[in-house]
């Protein structure tokens, strides 16, 4: 299965994806996610993200698109993209480089919610740098405060998560990616529309249940 996952910042599409590509056996593709590798790298593609990724503005459309049409193409099977097209003009050329590998996208799931559900959703997330598993200090608690469940050490919190960040990245996902919704419903791509502000399995199962339909 091939999956677009939509949504603002913080609206959980990496929380999601991680159960959708258990259950569907597909690749995860994170924009984010491979940005975060190549910084931690300190490539050349990390150092030249470094400034918007902290300003929580889009990195240019040249760099993601080269980006993830080739993490696309290293895969064999199925994928997830997640945070990838953000753009009208990512998701332009996302469907001309589907188009000529003879591939195509099977749905976009669409996951909806209110800005004010989202800020503290957010600023609470503290990941893992080792393992990058993801927390909430209030919603998936770790076992222990501030301590990754697998042993890697101490919870950190996202530079881009912090109050005055956030505040910009929802503003630019008005302003530029909220729009791609709108160019996937003008070339007739299948959208699950998902209510997002509701408890983690209640999300997956709304998801779940659309996909198996497709699946089937
Ligand atoms: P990226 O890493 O893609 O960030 P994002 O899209 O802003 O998404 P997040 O990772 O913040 O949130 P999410 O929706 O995955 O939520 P999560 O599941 O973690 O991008 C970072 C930056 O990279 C961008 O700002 C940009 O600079 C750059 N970039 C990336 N892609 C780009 C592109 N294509 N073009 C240009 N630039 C690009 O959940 C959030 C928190 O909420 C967690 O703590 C989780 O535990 C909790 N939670 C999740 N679901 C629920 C729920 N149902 N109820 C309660 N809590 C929940």
């Known amino acids: 299965m091939r999956l677009i996952l939509l949504g603002p910042p913080g609206a959980g599409k990496g929380t999601q994806c991680k159960r959708i590509i ?10 984010g996610d491979i940005l975060r590798a190549e910084r931690k790298a300190g490539s050349d593609l990390g150092q030249k ?16 698109i080269g980006m993830m049409i080739g993490a696309m193409t ?15 003009v990512q998701g332009q050329e996302l469907d001309k480089a589907l188009a000529s590998a ?16 989202i800020e503290p959703r957010m600023t609470g997330r503290r ?3 080792v393992c990058g598993a993801v ?4 919603n998936l608690k770790p076992k222990v405060d501030g301590q990754c469940d697998k042993g890697c050490g101490e919870l950190v919190q996202r530079p881009d998560d912090k109050p005055e960040v956030v505040e910009n ?20 791509a299948t959208i699950i529309n998902i209510n997002a502000d509701q408890d983690i399995d209640k999300v997956s199962a709304d998801v779940i249940e659309q996909l198996d339909k497709l699946d089937a």
């Not at 729009?179 to 007739?188: Q, R």
């Open 74 to 88: 290293r895969q064999a099977g199925g994928y997830v993209l997640d945070g990838f097209p953000r753009t009208t």
């Open 102 to 117: 003879g591939e195509k996208i099977d749905a976009i799931v669409n996951l909806q919610i209110d800005d004010a559900v």
């Open 169 to 188: 990245r929802l503003k630019i996902y008005h302003e530029q990616t909220a729009e791609v919704v709108g160019y996937y419903e003008s070339t007739g």
């Open 49 to 64: 993200a470094q400034s918007f990724m902290d300003s929580g503005g889009l990195v240019p459309d040249d760099v993601i």
């Open 127 to 129: 990941s893992c740098p």
């Open 135 to 138: 927390y909430h200090i209030e």
């Open 22 to 31: 258990e259950r569907y056996k597909a690749a995860h593709l994170s924009s």
